[in-house]
């Protein structure tokens, strides 16, 4: 059986960080890395599910939003992917830069915070989903790797 792509990334040497983690066409797959995989720092459910809602709404809403495939926890639970057609590198940094500042200045509840909306809709927290995009948005911007995975 062919084995995907992202088992052959060696975790070991992985660190926060924005990476491209696969092209296929003209479809990118964003792996937003904000922990050290392995290491014990694993986001709990409560932020991962908060920081779906957020930064989904307002990436979708936003000025690649037509181009926005999905953005969701990985279940290793150390960072998120961003599925992107037809757009520039820059253009997907500038627009999740964007939806980091306004989660971070969110003051109204979750989107999607309602047993109508949401399947666990008890499960959501503004100040969880602002804590990790606070440490999304230092990552960043401090990010140096040029999006390409670090070498063994």
Do not use: W
């Amino acid at each position: 059986m062919e084995r995907i792509a992202s088992f052959e990334v060696d975790h070991d040497f992985i660190v926060p960080g924005i990476y491209i983690s696969r092209i296929d066409g003209d479809i990118v797959t964003y792996d937003i890395r904000t922990r050290k995989p392995n290491c014990g720092d694993y986001m709990d459910n409560i932020t991962m599910h908060s920081v779906e809602h957020m930064l989904a709404t307002y990436l979708r809403n936003g000025r690649i939003g037509k181009n926005i495939i999905y953005f969701g926890p990985m279940g290793c639970q150390t960072g998120f992917y961003l599925l992107v057609r037809g757009c520039e590198n820059g253009e997907v940094t500038d627009a999740l830069r964007d939806a980091l500042e306004k989660t971070l200045s969110h003051s109204e509840t979750v989107f999607g915070a309602s047993r109508k909306e949401c399947g666990n809709y008890l499960n959501l927290s503004l100040v969880s989903a602002q804590n990790e995009c606070r440490r999304i948005l230092d990552i960043l911007n401090n990010d140096k790797n040029g999006m390409i995975y670090p070498k063994s």
